[in-house]
C-alpha cells in the first residue's frame, strides 16, 4: 500500500473497510482468466440475479443454444473484452464458473497455452490447472454438458471429437487441487448409480 509513513500507525489502528469490489468489463476479464477473485464473482452474481441493477453493458441472451444445460446464463456485452488474448463479447455464469464458449480450435490452444491437465472423469471431457494448490481458483475448460440428463438415462458419453467447443474460464469455489481430484475420481460412479437408480424407480409398478 502506497501510504504516508506519518498516518500509517493511525490507519493500522482503524477497523478495515473491505473495498467494494468493481463491477467493470476488466476486471469480469480478470475474473474469467482467474486473476479476480470469489468477492468480486460474487457481487457480479448480486447485480445479474438479484434487486441490484443489473450493468447496463451486459445484456442477457435469451438463446444461448444449450437448452440441456441447466443454470447456465448467458450475458453479451456491449463491446468485446480480451480474454487468453482472443476478443469475445459473450460470456456465461454457471454455479461458481463464469467462462466464455469458443470454437474447439482456440479452446485447445487454450488448454495447452495454460497446460491444463485431463481431469479423471469419462463421462465429459474436462481440464484444469489450480491456481493455489490449497484453495484454488480453478483455471478450466469443460465441454457443454447439455446431454446430462441423457446420462442419467444411461445413454453412453460422446467421444471428445464430437464436442465442437469448450467453456474456458475460471471456477471459484473454495476447495483444493486434492478434494477436487477425490470428487472427480468419483464422478462417473456417482452417475453410473444415480442412473441405475431412476432406471429402477422408473420400472417400478405404479
Known amino acids: 500500500m502506497r501510504i504516508i509513513p ?3 500507525t493511525l490507519l493500522l489502528a482503524a477497523p478495515a473497510v473491505a473495498a467494494e469490489p468493481e463491477l467493470s468489463p476488466e476486471a469480469l476479464q480478470r475474473t474469467i482468466e482467474c486473476r479476480g477473485d470469489l468477492a468480486t464473482l460474487g ?3 448480486e447485480a445479474l440475479f438479484s434487486d441490484k441493477q443489473r450493468p447496463a453493458w451486459l445484456k442477457p441472451v435469451s438463446d444461448n443454444g444449450h437448452p440441456g444445460m ?4 448467458t450475458y ?3 463491446r468485446p473484452i480480451e480474454v487468453f488474448g482472443r476478443s469475445v463479447d459473450t460470456l456465461s455464469f454457471l454455479k461458481q464458473w463464469v467462462v466464455v464458449e469458443l470454437p474447439r480450435e482456440a479452446a485447445d490452444a487454450i488448454v495447452r497455452d495454460q497446460k491444463l491437465e485431463r481431469a479423471p472423469i469419462r463421462i465429459t471431457e474436462q481440464y484444469y490447472r489450480f491456481i493455489t494448490d490449497e484453495e484454488g ?3 478450466g475448460a469443460f465441454a457443454p454438458t447439455d446431454n446430462s440428463l441423457e446420462l442419467l ?3 453412453e458419453a460422446k467421444p471428445d471429437a464430437t464436442n465442437t467447443t469448450l467453456f474456458v474460464g ?4 473454495p476447495v483444493s487441487k486434492a478434494e477436487f481430484l477425490a470428487v472427480a475420481a468419483q464422478a462417473d460412479a456417482i452417475v453410473g448409480r444415480s442412473a441405475k437408480a431412476l432406471d429402477e424407480t422408473l420400472k417400478k409398478p405404479q
Open 170 to 173: 475460471c471456477n471459484y469455489t
Open 6 to 8: 506519518a498516518i500509517l
Open 70 to 73: 441447466l443454470g447456465l446464463w
Open 153 to 155: 438415462f444411461g445413454g
Open 137 to 139: 481458483p480453478m483455471l
Open 76 to 78: 453479451r456485452l456491449d
Open 43 to 45: 457481487a457480479f452474481g
